[in-house]
């Protein structure tokens, strides 16, 4: 713990005589607060604040939350500096390349990964839920065909909970559990689903005999006309790009997720505001803006032109798929992406798609520039998931979709922990207000 100064208040942690470590805030009034803090198993200690205000008529200030920790969790720890990953202690690198999606998804909503009957209950779990309601059908056809299939994921996931009643009440764990398994078995349904209503072809539906990543592969990429052979090659990859978007800590799509949910808004619409929040670009709409920035790469300008745009600080143009508010190292699953896009280019037969050579310049350059080796802004996970989607089939519309299905299993883990912790209470931070002070209401009348 740093000892921070400046010319108001001054933070000094001290040991107190049970040997609990204190942080004692002095304030400009002479006044001294202490404040507990608090070790998790690994990773930085925390300054329990709770009491800051009632004790010292001031908000804490941290845009963005830099700072932050917004709760206590189990299921995912990250070390931004080693690139290190981890859930439920297991490393991402060791997940992706021993397990299939279900199995993590397990982890995360458990604390353990399962074992053999454990992994069968669970699949069949999953796998006998992965139809939606027949009338829910219906809801897609209110779209325009050329609706973005993010909109279609926002509007069809929140109006779940018009359809399954019975899994709404948070209070009640068993309904927690049902609410759970739908949504991580029914968003791969729904996101087909979109993709099939945007191009005119009929819904597929969900195949018992598949597992998670064959049958999604299944419903988006089948036609009734003709008999469709899944890859194997290509539903291993399409397990580890799941495993590597399923959950990671308290990022802004999770943390949107927790604060709808701490208002005891139910399950469906908790996702479908999570859904919301990771289509922004800076977040989950990475993937589809690394490869608009690749094509106009390729069309319009050399790299050289755009990694100069990038560190112009005038220019609001940043390097799609590079940097992170976590990692200042390289993104443990940006390094397993990588080796997964050499595999399904190989797969297709595009080991030379010059899309995915123009990012390995563009990343080597990048990673030899001063302005990005200074800012530590390294390749994230965003960064190669879109090459090698593409390489599948999925249009560029769906990459982000493709990341809400395999995030929705954190969200929901995520959600469960907040509700189980009872610490957590309806989320409602405070402000720095800098508008204008109280003043004399004037009639319309009498304003010019
Ligand atoms: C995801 O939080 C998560 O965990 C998210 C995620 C998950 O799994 O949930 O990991 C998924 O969202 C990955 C990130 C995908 N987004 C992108 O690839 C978009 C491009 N990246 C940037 O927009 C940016 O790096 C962020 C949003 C990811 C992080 O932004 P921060 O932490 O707020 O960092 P910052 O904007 O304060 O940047 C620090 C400096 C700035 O320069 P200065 O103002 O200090 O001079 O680095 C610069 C930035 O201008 N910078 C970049 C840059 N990213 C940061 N400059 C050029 N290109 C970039 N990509």
Sequence with gaps: MQIHLNYHLKWIEVMSAKNNKIANLKLPNGSNIEFPIHSGTIGPDVIDVKKLYSESDHFTYDPGFTSTGSCKSKITYIDGEKGVLLHRGYKIEDLAENCDFLEVAYLLLNSDLPNPEQKKVFDNKITTHTMIHEQLSMFFRGFRRDAHAMAVMCGVVGALSAFYHDSTDITDPSQRLVASHRLVAKIPTIAAMAYKFSIGQPFIYPRNDLSYSENFLNMMFSVPAEKYEIDPILSKAMDKILILHADHEQNASTSTV????????????????????????????????????????????????FIKKAKDPNDPFRLMGFGHRVYKNYDPRATVMKKTADAVLGAVGKEDEPMFILARELEKIALEDDYFVTKKLYPNVDFYSGIILQ??????????????????????????????????????????????????????????
């Design 258 to 305: 927790r604060l709808a949910g701490s208002s005891g808004a139910n399950p469906f619409a908790c996702i479908a505001a999570g859904i919301a929040s990771l289509w922004g670009p800076a977040h989950g709409g990475a993937n589809e803006a690394v490869i608009h920035m690749l094509n106009e790469i390729q069309k319009n300008g050399n790299v050289y032109e």
């Design 391 to 448: 390489a599948m089939g999925f249009p560029s519309s769906l990459f982000t979709v493709l990341f809400a299905v395999a995030r929705t299993v954190g969200w929901v883990a995520q959600w469960n922990e907040m509700i189980e912790d009872s610490e957590q209470r309806i989320g409602r931070p405070r402000q720095l207000y800098i508008g204008e002070k109280q003043r004399a209401f004037t009639p319309l009348n009498k304003r010019n």
